[in-house]
C-alpha cells in the first residue's frame, strides 16, 4: 500500500527560496508568495497553461500585477516555485515481490494525475521544460528526487535475490513510469489501473531478465 | 534497417488545410505559409519555444507581422501547423525477430530527435500539447499516425507465432518508445542507443509474455 502525501498548505514559515529584499522571513513577503502560489494553481486548474495570465493570478491573489511580475517575471517561473509548494511522497509499503511495489508506484502516479491541482500542475510544468532549459532542470530534479523514494524497492528485490546485483532502481522506476507519463502527458491517451498494473508488469519482468544492469558512459547514456 | 525520411522541402502545391480566403492554391498564399513555416523552424532552433517570437518568425520569412496573425493567431498554431509540413516515416523492414523491428524503431526515434530542426519542432509540439488540448489533439494524431507504419512489425510477429494472437501493436510500440519519450521531452535525461536497444528488449520481451494482449473498456482504457 501507498500513502499519496499532496500537500498544499501553506508551507512553514521561512521555507522557501528566500526572495531578494526579504526582510522578514514568514512574514508578510511569506504570505504573499503563498497567496499567488495558490492563485496561480487555481488558474492553471480553470484555464489551462496556454491560458493562464499573470494578471489574473494577481487579481484572485488580491495583489498588485507589478508584485508577480517584480518576483517571478514569467508564469514559467511560478510554474517552476510551485514545485517546491506542491509536496508529493509516495510512501512505498514493503511488498513481497518487485512487481508489487513497481504496481504501487504505478497506480499513485495515475492517482495523482487524478487530481486536478496536480495534473494541471504537471501539465504546465512538463510544457514549460519542453519549452525551456531552466524548467527542464527544475522537472528533472523534481522527478529525480521523486525516484529516489521508489527505487528503494529495487534494493529491495536486489536483496531478496529477485532481480540482479547491479540492477539500477531509477531505470526500473523510469521503465514503470514511462508509458504512464506518454499517455498523460504527450498523447493524451486514457490511463487507468490497467495501464498501471501493466507498466508495472513490464517494468518487473525486465528487471528480472537483467536488462536494468547498467553501467553509466561519461556523457551520462548507458554502456 | 530503416530508413528515415525526414523532408522539409515544401509540399505539392494544394497541400494541407486551405487557408481561409485562398484563391489560388499552390500561389503566393501556398508560398507564404512554407516561408513562414521554415522561418518558424530555424528560430525554434535558434532560440526554443519558450523564446520564439512570431515578429522575428516574420521578419525572417520577410512578410508582415499581420499577415502571420491574421493566418496562425498563436506560435502555438504554427507549432501544429508545421506537423503537416514536416514529414517523418520509419520504414521497417521485415526483420526476422520483434526485437529486432522494436530496435530499429527505437533507435530512428533516437536518430530523429539527433536532427535539430525535428527536435526543436518535437520540444515544441510536446509543449503546446502539455498547455492546451488543440495542440494536444495534433500531436496525439501525428504520434498515432506514426505507429501504424511501425506497429506492423506485431502482425508479424503475431503471423510467425513469436507473440500471442490479440497483441495490440499500438501498445507494443508505444512500450517501445515511452522510456525514450520519457528522457527527451520530459526529464531531459541523455538517451542514446543503449537506451533505444533496451527499451526494445524490454518491449519485445513483455510481448512475448503476452502482457499487450488487451482489450478496451468504453473510455478507452485497457481491460
Redesign the interface.
Known sequence: MATEDFDTAPEPDGAGAPAPGTRRPGGRTARTRVSVLEAALAELVEH????TRIDRIADRAKVAATTVYRRWGTL?NIVVDLADHLAVSITLGSGPTLEGDLRTVARAVVALYGNPAHRAWQ??M????????K???A??EV??KRRESTAVAVTEAIARGEVPPGTDGHEVI??T???L???M????????E??AD?AA???A??AR?G??V?GR?E?????
Chains 1, 2 share one sequence.
Open positions: 489551462g497553461y496556454a491560458d514559467e501539465c504546465a512538463v510544457s514549460a521544460a519542453a519549452a525551456s532549459p524548467a527542464r532542470r522537472l528533472s522527478l529525480a523510469r521503465a513510469v514511462a508509458p507519463y506518454l499517455r502527458y504527450i498523447t493524451a491517451e486514457p490511463v487507468g490497467a495501464e501493466r508488469a513490464a517494468a519482468l525486465a531478465a536488462l536494468y547498467v558512459a556523457d551520462g547514456t548507458a554502456r
